[in-house]
């Protein structure tokens, strides 16, 4: 089981309270809030109750929720005799902070009854005997449960005390402006989190790699798979592997369509991810396609001056400079494009092949009457480097089949040159798999 404490300061946290007395009367720059009776003179008082907003945004997205507790910290309260309190969902979600007072919630419209709209649906109450002890609210399982479900994970709480007679009998509790944070209203909700599945195809023959996360520690996870031949429902679930708490896990399957999901048992509760669709290739294609993706993410981590990442994009066609269409992509830019499928084998040894993957880096440059012409040329050069030096005789990160790669640059990029062709240049880079014979 997982807990999440909530204690807001006063930027991220809002809270005021309402006064019976000071009708139009806004407190949100008060360090404390007040709930119960406040004796203002021998001849007037007022009831007053606090308004608290939390975030519960911070739960992971179907996380099953066990408790929800909120503890108030006692400031300078009077309740000689102690006395109940009830907290209530505040039903008026757009009250503020700056703005709620008795009569209106946002300080120019009025609440349905003065006091704040509220519904006693899911309520709790806790009972004190003094103004020195925690106000706690032990029972707020079913009020979060609703602000995920049902209000983007705001929680908005309204408690009411003790109302009645002229004397005080108010609670005093510090609010999220105060100063020493651990002081400060805090929410700790107890829960389980839903694990979250991802499936990511070798590309090989050799399968699927399943990552598992937001599970427990200590979780048992089995992954769970079915083939998909046409429509969801058809064939059986099969248990794909195993494996304790979160991380990654093998998946040996043949080529074909699937639907996976995880089920993963910890404190005598299953919980299940949502189910995902993943196809596992046994080829060319698909490791040519995470080459180009690669490709794409290691030069945009270059950081190219002059080069948004944006304008770094995967094409199937290197030579459309139209840059300026549905994409809205603009020059300059980076287009990584296939300069064909995977080549015959070069040579072979002990039942392997080393096969290539062109991948073919172009690059856009701005119209050629520019003034900064001679400019545009030096960073071309320069990119070209920078580029090259990326990919030369290395891996490719996040590709581990590729074993190597070399770069062609493709043409030389003389002034003259450059300018027939458009401002655009290009650089051919070839990655090398080992993979075994008779794979293409």
């Not at 809270?15 to 009776?37: K, M, P, W």
Request: glycine letters at 10%; proline letters at 5%; a negative charge.
């Amino acid at each position: 089981m997982a807990q999440l404490i909530i204690q807001p300061d006063g930027a991220s946290g809002a809270d005021t309270y309402l006064s019976s007395l000071g009708t139009s009367i806004n407190f949100d720059t008060e360090e404390v809030v007040r709930a119960g009776t406040d004796q203002f003179s021998k001849s007037a008082s007022a009831f007053v109750r606090p308004l608290l907003r939390f975030d519960l945004g911070e739960l992971p997205a179907g996380a099953k929720i066990h408790a929800a507790v909120l503890t108030l910290y006692p400031a300078n309260g009077i309740l000689s005799d102690g006395g109940t309190f009830y907290l209530y969902r505040v039903s008026q979600p757009a009250w503020t902070e700056s703005g709620a007072t008795w009569l209106t919630y946002d300080g120019l419209n009025a609440w349905s009854e003065p006091g704040g709209d509220y519904t006693t649906v899911d309520g709790d109450e806790a009972s004190i005997a003094s103004p020195t002890e925690n106000l706690v609210f032990a029972a707020l399982k079913n009020l979060a449960i609703d602000a995920i479900a049902h209000r983007a994970g705001q929680l908005d709480a309204i408690i009411l005390g003790p109302e009645f007679g002229t004397s005080d009998r108010y609670y005093e509790a510090f609010g999220f402006d105060w100063e020493n944070a651990a002081e400060r209203p805090r929410l700790v909700i107890d829960y389980t989190p839903r694990p979250v599945l991802t499936v990511v195809d070798h590309g090989d023959n050799t399968g699927a790699t399943a990552t598992i996360t937001q599970a427990e520690d200590g979780s048992e996870n089995i992954v769970y798979v079915q083939r998909f031949s046409g429509e969801a429902g058809i064939g059986a679930w099969q248990q794909g592997g195993t494996r304790s708490g979160n991380g990654e896990l093998p998946l040996a399957l043949s080529a074909g369509h699937y639907f996976a999901y995880a089920a993963s048992s910890g404190d005598s509760l299953t919980m299940v991810s949502g189910i995902v669709y993943f196809v596992v290739t046994d080829g060319a294609e698909a490791l040519h396609a995470r080459c180009l993706d690669a490709v794409q993410a290691r030069i945009r981590s270059l950081a190219l001056a002059g080069l948004d990442d944006e304008r770094v994009i995967v094409q199937k066609l290197p030579m459309d400079r139209n840059l300026t269409g549905e994409e809205g992509v603009g020059l300059p830019a980076v287009v990584v494009s296939p300069r064909r499928a995977a080549m015959p084998p070069a040579f072979g040894t002990n039942g392997f092949d080393d096969v290539h993957y062109d991948v073919l880096v172009s690059i856009f440059d701005r119209d050629n009457q520019e003034p900064t012409l001679e400019a545009n040329l030096d960073r071309q050069l320069l990119w070209r480097e920078q580029i090259a030096r990326a990919f030369r005789n290395q891996r490719l990160v996040g590709v581990p089949q590729i074993i190597n790669a070399e770069v062609d640059p493709a043409e030389e990029l003389s002034k003259e040159g450059w300018k027939h062709q458009l401002m655009i240049s290009t650089l051919l880079v070839r990655f090398t798999s080992r993979e075994s014979r008779g794979f293409n």
